[in-house]
């Protein structure tokens, strides 16, 4: 069974960073996407980032563009996304999410086409 759980959130001052982890298990894909989202109250899920398993290749939303990163630790089952320079508008609640790269090319992280989702981690921005 595909598990992914989320973690890492906190209360930061803008200008900070923290680091989400997301512990990834029993993944037999060949190879997958890992995407980041968010949601604040009142607002639609927003897809942040999304990188593959195999290649490292990523894609990013450009409303975190040159702030985020994401990566994948392949050993350790985790997927991580660095948030630097945060913003009182990145508070939100945050997910990780998982599905096969099948044939379906894309790194985009378009919540409808992921398949997994681990629980939610707030992370709250104060000015």
């Known amino acids: 069974e595909v598990q992914l759980q989320a973690s890492g959130g906190g209360l930061v001052q803008a200008g900070g960073s923290l680091r989400l982890s997301c512990q990834l298990s029993?993944?037999?894909?060949?190879?997958?996407?890992i995407g980041w989202f968010r949601q604040a109250p009142g607002k639609a899920r927003e897809g942040l980032s999304g990188i593959s398993s195999t290649t490292g290749g990523t894609w990013y939303a450009d409303s975190v563009k040159g702030r985020f990163t994401t990566s994948v630790d392949i050993v350790k089952n985790k997927a991580y996304l660095q948030m630097n320079g945060l913003k009182p508008e990145d508070t939100a609640v945050y997910y990780c999410a998982a599905r096969e790269m099948g044939t379906f090319h894309t790194l985009v992280a378009a919540p409808n086409i992921f398949d997994y989702w681990g629980q939610g981690t707030l992370v709250t921005v104060s000015s």
């Open positions: 029993g993944f037999t894909f060949d190879e997958y996407i």
